[in-house]
């Protein structure tokens, strides 16, 4: 992820401000619009049916007027994608955005020469309305910048973060499959058993952003205090955000080079299947024992690893169907809820196989059925075939 602190003037900070409170109100507009909707009223408008109406809104408001209409223009498109997200069931329905709160924007069109290196350390690229802007040089930027876009974090710090598709990482060549189950104990469960962590809050700063958030429920509304109390909480959250996200980063290029096809499920059909597997989902009490927000944590990476393995494997990833993938014995195919004996352990009922209850998942997974993009049921192969639905158990 190439992502810079941006070190804005303070003319160029409001400017930057103005720039998220365009799209935070267009946005919103996005939202209200979408809250009206009711079955038998016909389509929402999509996107250029929006860009229509912004320029009609435009003409009305000079507020609106005096912004960039990129700016304004790719709030649309953020929010068009992020219900296509909701739609396709991978994440929640967009909702409002507030001040100071998810701030930012993002420019498209960005021409060759508009970010550049002045120093060692320092580079600038060309926001709208705002001019150049400087940024730490930490890393290189990618070649062929094509679009970007600017945050504000709680913290009060501003990014930018330059878009560029991952380089595809090439696979090994030997054909070799691997199953990934994206557990709630582990991040990701391998189906070579290995079991990846993602690191989270540690047992200190943990501790010290529940001591900074007993403080922040006691101190004065407004007060200067309290807000140098919630930047402080703010900076220890974005500190490991930034730790996650590089984790992810080197998980899926790791993956990505290791096998030739990697088999995920497909959470599409997931979210319907999930209820009628009952409880298996459901933390276990040692999860629960954690701070409800590593759990959070955990929740918001399980889209990210396979978006980045889609990146750096294109055509590698496919989806699968997850019907009892955790409830089916990976040895000899028995498929019982017995089996599951706890959150961590499968054990089967039929065979006595025992092992990791997330790697028996895994490894089901690498062995079932893909989901072509069409929907279709591809057949894997013949060794492990989905039993009929007839001898499934009722439930
Ligand atoms: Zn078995």
Not at 165 to 189: L, N
Not at 237 to 263: C, H, L, N, P, Q
Request: hydrophobic share 35%.
């Amino acid at each position: 992820m190439s992502r810079y602190r941006l070190m804005p003037s303070a003319a160029q900070e409001a400017a930057l401000l103005g720039h998220c409170a365009h799209a935070r109100y267009v946005w919103n507009l996005c939202v209200e619009q979408e809250s009206y909707w009711r079955p038998g009223r016909g389509p929402m408008p999509g996107f250029s049916g929006r860009c229509r109406q912004l320029s009609e809104a435009r003409a009305d408001s000079p507020w609106l007027a005096q912004g960039s209409v990129i700016v304004q223009q790719q709030a649309i498109r953020d929010h068009d994608q992020a219900m296509a997200g909701f739609f396709a069931g991978r994440h929640r329905r967009p909702s409002w955005r507030k001040a100071g709160r998810d701030e930012g924007f993002r420019i498209v069109h960005v021409r060759p020469g508009h970010v550049r290196r002045l120093s060692r350390n320092t580079g600038e690229v060309r926001v709208p309305k705002a001019g150049w802007v400087r940024f730490r040089w930490s890393r290189q930027v990618p070649q062929d910048v094509r679009s970007f876009r600017v945050r504000l974090d709680r913290a009060g710090r501003w990014h930018v973060a330059f878009a560029v598709v991952p380089e595809p990482v090439k696979g090994p060549g030997t054909g070799e499959i691997a199953g990934i189950d994206r557990g709630v104990a582990v991040s990701a469960a391998l189906s070579t058993g290995e079991l990846l962590h993602c690191p989270g809050l540690s047992a200190p700063q943990r501790g010290r952003l529940r001591r900074l958030e007993r403080k922040l429920a006691r101190g004065n509304r407004g007060s200067e205090r309290r807000k140098r109390v919630r930047r402080a909480a703010a900076r220890v959250k974005a500190r490991s955000a930034d730790i996650r996200k590089d984790w992810y980063e080197k998980t899926s290029t790791d993956i990505a080079g290791r096998f030739d096809v990697i088999r995920v499920e497909d959470l599409k059909i997931g979210n319907m299947t999930r209820s009628a597997r009952g409880s298996i989902r459901q933390p276990g009490r040692n999860v629960r024992a954690k701070a409800g927000l590593n759990r959070e944590i955990m929740r918001s990476g399980r889209g990210l690893l396979v978006r980045r393995l889609e990146d750096k494997a294109p055509g590698r990833v496919e989806k699968v169907r997850p019907a009892y993938t955790s409830q089916r014995c990976s040895a000899c195919g028995h498929i019982a809820a017995g089996s599951r004996e706890s959150q961590a352990l499968f054990r089967c009922v039929a065979c006595g196989y025992t092992l990791n209850a997330d790697v028996n998942a895994a490894r089901n997974i690498a062995a079932g059925h893909a989901v072509t993009a069409r929907g279709g049921v591809r057949d894997a192969g013949p060794v492990n075939r989905e039993p009929q639905p007839v001898l499934l158990p009722a439930g």
